[in-house]
């Protein structure tokens, strides 16, 4: 019973498990192959440290990422899109992807300026 109760908060709050998953994907039940997600962390150029709080956007839809820099898209459809993002104090963020049905990983360093 505890068990179940300790895995049930877990999944719960994913940030106030010290195990809990890095990407999104970890968390996200199987997806069905028809359907197209795009996923990825945001990190600082150069330290890796990642980064909450960017906003992602892939071509009109915008996410933020999460405090451990992740990311999701699952409403984009099939072909090529423009990723960007942008957080205060570092450089735009942009480039192109393909997307095809399933999971599609796309991780973003963002650079700071000066």
């Known amino acids: ?10 999944s719960a709050s994913v940030l106030a498990c010290s195990d809990a998953p890095t990407t999104l994907s970890e968390t996200l039940p199987p997806v069905d192959s028809a359907a197209v997600i795009l996923e990825g962390t ?3 150029f150069t330290t890796d440290q ?16 999460s405090g451990r820099g ?7 459809g099939e072909g ?8 205060p104090g570092f450089h735009p ?6 997307l095809r049905p399933g ?3 796309h991780d973003i360093e963002l650079v700071p300026e000066g």
């Open 80 to 87: 090529e899109v423009q990723i960007r993002a942008t957080y």
């Open 50 to 65: 990642l980064m909450g709080g960017v906003a992602v956007l892939a071509d009109n839809e915008r996410v933020t990422s």
């Open 93 to 98: 963020y942009s480039a192109k992807q393909r």
């Open 1 to 10: 019973m505890i068990r179940k109760l300790l895995a049930a908060v877990c």
């Open 70 to 76: 992740a990311y999701v898209f699952t409403a984009l």
């Open 42 to 44: 945001v990190r600082r």
């Open 103 to 105: 999971r599609n990983v």
